[in-house]
Structures are given as structure tokens and as C-alpha cells.
């Protein structure tokens, strides 16, 4: 069955430091995953999402992220933060039938 | 412009009564979603329905209903089975509803709707 890790569930960061938000995944299928950002009471809009070819993938505001077949990983990253960055993130893989596997989220703190 | 709205942003309910949440599209996405969020569990799959007619029960169905009667609309009832009702709920479509392996579509979603019962 697949599912789906956020291994911290709050990461505080000063502001301009890099960042990044872990995740690792598990599937029996063709691996296909997100990175999706909430911002304090809207919905998720997605970041990023690797389908295949390149295993680095870039994303909206500046995010990018590393699928790592042998970790089974798809860690988050960010070279220097913004406090606008400061929301929840989740991961998340596609699932027989089209549906998507959340984890449950990481908050991102940004620290002036 | 597209986008998926969800109504009401904010509703109370008492005990025992029945609510109706309403997400309507205008992407022409055959794929509908209900999730429910709760702080620290993430998103979990209440409904989906893949095509106009037809829907399937995710990971809490229990306590909850859907329909399904036209492609752009796909409301979601809370009855008073549900135990623990109060929760952020959020809906999302995406372009191709499929059975089988994972497409890889993305999911998009509305601004979600709180939903509070007093």
C-alpha cells in the first residue's frame, strides 16, 4: 500500500536560511508525487510534482525538490526563505484510481 | 475565471441536524474530491467521484453522503452520524477521472469550508 511520511511535523527557520522539508515515501506502482502549500485558512495549491525524467523538479517560488528512487524520498527545498513562505506543506503521492496520499503536513515557521 | 468554489466559508451546526456543503467547478474536470482536515492528521479522502453518476467512498465515509448529478457540481452532506463533524473540509478536482494505476493528474482545490458544530 502506499503511503506517505512528513518526518517533522513543525520546522522553524530564521528568515533567509535555506530550508528543507523531508518526506519518504512508499508505493508498489509507478511513483508519482506532489508537494502542495496551505496558507492560513485557503486550500492547498500545488508546489511541484515529479512524474519522471529529471529527478530534480522545480517549482513556484523558488521551491524545488529531489526524487530519490533509492531513499525513497522527496525532500523540499529552499536556498533562502522569505516570511511569506511561512504555511503548512504536504506531501503527497498518486494512488491507483487517481486519487492522492497526503502526509500530514509540515509547518514551516519563519523566525525574523 | 476557473476555479472550484466551495460554500459556505463558515458554518455552524447544532446536534443532530443534517448540512449540505456546496463545491461547484467550472474547469470541466470529470474528477470530484472530499477531503476532511484536522490539525496534525493531514487530508483524508471522504468521497470521490470520477465521472457524473457515480461515486466511490475513501478512507471516512461513515457518516457522510454525496451526489454526484452533474459534472460541475458535487455537494456533500453531513448527517447526524457523524460523530465528530467539526473539521475543515475541502474539495478538488482534476481533469481525468481513470480506474486502474495512477495518472499523475493534479488534484486542484477550493478555499475550503469550516464547518462547526455548537
Known amino acids: 500500500a502506499q503511503s506517505v511520511t512528513q518526518l517533522d511535523s513543525q520546522v522553524p527557520v530564521f528568515e533567509e536560511a535555506p530550508v528543507e522539508l523531508r518526506c519518504n515515501y512508499s508505493?508498489?506502482?509507478?511513483?508519482?508525487l506532489f508537494w502542495y502549500v496551505q496558507y492560513p485558512n485557503q486550500g492547498l495549491q500545488l508546489l511541484l510534482k515529479y512524474l519522471s525524467g529529471s529527478t530534480l523538479v522545480k517549482g513556484i517560488n523558488g521551491f524545488e525538490a529531489e526524487f530519490n528512487k533509492s531513499q525513497t524520498s522527496f525532500h523540499l527545498r529552499k536556498p533562502s526563505v522569505h516570511i511569506s513562505d511561512t504555511a503548512e506543506y504536504f506531501c503527497a503521492v498518486s494512488v491507483p484510481d487517481d486519487k492522492i496520499i497526503f502526509g500530514k503536513g509540515t509547518r514551516l515557521h519563519i523566525l525574523p | 475565471d476557473g476555479g472550484i468554489t466551495q460554500s459556505p466559508k463558515y458554518l455552524f451546526r447544532k446536534e443532530g441536524q443534517n448540512v449540505t456543503l456546496s463545491c461547484e467547478q467550472n474547469?470541466?474536470?470529470?474528477?470530484m474530491y472530499w477531503y476532511r482536515q484536522d490539525p496534525g492528521q493531514g487530508l483524508r479522502l471522504i468521497y470521490y467521484s470520477q465521472i457524473v453518476n457515480d461515486f466511490q467512498k475513501g478512507d471516512i465515509a461513515e457518516g457522510y453522503s454525496v451526489s454526484r448529478e452533474k459534472k460541475e457540481s458535487f455537494p456533500l452532506t453531513v448527517t447526524s452520524a457523524q460523530k465528530n463533524p467539526t473539521a475543515f473540509y475541502l474539495c478538488?478536482?482534476?481533469?481525468?477521472?481513470?480506474?486502474?494505476?495512477?495518472?499523475?493528474?493534479?488534484?486542484?482545490f477550493g478555499e475550503g469550508s469550516w464547518l462547526t458544530v455548537v
Open positions: 478538488a478536482s482534476s481533469s481525468q477521472g481513470t480506474t486502474g494505476p495512477p495518472s499523475g493528474n493534479t488534484i486542484y
Open positions: 508505493s508498489s506502482v509507478s511513483v508519482y
Open positions: 474547469l470541466n474536470h470529470d474528477a
